[in-house]
């Protein structure tokens, strides 16, 4: 039997389902994100940055939503870009994301003060895990490469 992959997998599809796992992670992300900051409110906690000499402003839901929705792009973007040009493209995707979390988490702790800056901090990290969770596990762990055959690459058993 001849396992010879003769031409590469679809981009398109790959991408579309990477865009897929996106957006289902954004919206979990979303409603995590909203459900916290709800507790925030409930609880009597008014969340509000202040950047720079500007009067503090609340956050926002349609904030918070906006922001997602940019960081779930910017996920599919990165995990696409790992797939296409990294040799360990999941361990590269995961290594970006955790450096993207911790650069996330400095402009809370700048623009806000008190319990506001731990809920902010939820959020991020509620949002960095949906979104890790739902593009990791269809990011391959090493690249594959179409012009060898399937069992040298050891992708099916017998293969070295």
Do not use: C
Not at 30 to 48: M, P, R
Request: glycine residues 8%; proline residues 7%; without cysteine.
């Amino acid at each position: 039997m001849d396992t010879t992959a003769t031409s590469a997998p679809r981009t398109s599809a790959v991408s579309a389902k990477l865009a897929v796992r996106a957006f289902a992670g954004a919206a979990i992300g979303t409603s995590a994100a909203l459900i916290l900051l709800l507790l925030a409110t409930s609880t009597g906690q008014v969340l509000q940055v202040q950047v720079g000499t500007r009067a503090p402003q609340e956050v926002a839901a349609g904030a918070i939503v906006s922001v997602i929705l940019a960081s779930g792009v910017g996920a599919w973007g990165t995990a696409a870009l790992a797939i296409r040009l990294a040799p360990r493209p999941r361990a590269a995707f995961l290594a970006i994301a955790a450096l993207a979390l911790a650069l996330s988490l400095v402009p809370p702790v700048t623009a806000a003060s008190g319990a506001a800056t731990w809920w902010l901090e939820a959020m991020h990290l509620v949002v960095f895990t949906a979104l890790v969770a739902a593009l990791a596990p269809a990011i391959p762990p090493r690249r594959v490469t179409w012009s060898v055959p399937v069992e040298a690459q050891g992708l099916l058993p017998g293969g070295s």
